[in-house]
């Protein structure tokens, strides 16, 4: 109870107390702290993820991600169709590639089918786009067509599915050479040539990915289709790169 009693007397002594003005040296000191910790604050506010031009898409296509069934909300991890789409480069819209496959609205069979329906991917819509004679693929087009808006809600603009390659590679995977494809459709051999090669890498990928997501069907599916696409004239090595 002493104890007690001293200490208050010294804290009353204490509050008694008129501490001196700070010297000019002090009051400076201050000052610049003071203004340091604002410069912190407002660097700091200015550096924000949020603040970066880029977040609004980085939030708007995390939302669908987890609207496609990508992401596990909550975990932020790959499901199947994530890891399917994961290595997908060939094309701008591997959400709806993959979202196409697992809901059965790609053709499993016959192959031409099945590696004809990937080419609205690689080839995207343009004016005055030819549709394909196949009836089979013609519906396969405008499921794939109507999956992808409702998928991205009118921003697909820019990558919207085309048609005007179904027919070409489905001539293509049934044994046609590209003097058939140019004469029996309005493509150039030159673009013949490219999109069965940019075909061949998107089904490269594809059985990469099914691989690593352990899907054996498309696995399997993509390394028969790639047998058969892998002829002819878009792979004969280039003599201009020969040594």
């Known amino acids: 109870c002493e104890i007690i009693q001293e200490l208050d007397r010294h ?6 107390l008129d501490p001196p003005p700070p010297s000019e040296e002090q009051w400076n000191d201050t000052q610049a702290l003071v203004r340091l910790q604002d410069h912190a604050d407002v660097l700091a506010e200015s550096v924000r993820i949020e603040k970066l031009y880029i977040w609004p898409v980085y939030v708007a296509l995390r939302r669908r991600l987890y609207d496609a069934g990508f992401l ?5 991890t790959l499901t199947l169709a994530g890891r399917l789409g994961a290595g997908l480069l060939a094309t701008e819209d591997p959400i709806t590639l993959v979202a196409a496959w697992t ?24 004016a ?4 394909s004679s196949d ?8 499921r794939l067509c109507q999956m992808q808006h409702e998928i991205w809600k ?33 493509i150039s051999v030159g673009h013949a040539c490219k999109e069965i090669q940019r ?45």
Request: net charge negative; hydrophobic share 45%.
């Open 154 to 186: 009118g921003d697909e603009v820019d990558f919207k599915v085309g048609s005007w390659m179904l027919e070409p590679m489905r001539l293509w995977m049934e044994g046609a050479s590209v003097r058939q494809l140019t004469e029996e459709t309005d």
């Open 103 to 126: 809901s059965n609205v790609l053709p499993r069979a016959p192959l031409s089918h099945f590696v004809a329906s990937l080419t609205p991917f690689l080839a995207p819509w343009r």
């Open 11 to 16: 804290l009353d002594a204490l509050l008694q």
């Open 128 to 131: 005055g786009q030819e549709p």
């Open 199 to 243: 075909t061949g890498e998107l089904l490269r990928q594809m059985e990469a990915s099914a691989e690593f997501a352990g899907d054996e069907k498309l696995r399997a599916l993509c390394a028969a289709a790639r047998a058969r696409l892998m002829r002819g004239l878009p792979f004969v090595p280039s003599l201009y790169l020969r040594a």
């Open 72 to 76: 596990r909300r909550g975990e932020d």
């Open 135 to 142: 009836a089979l693929l013609q519906q396969t087009y405008a």
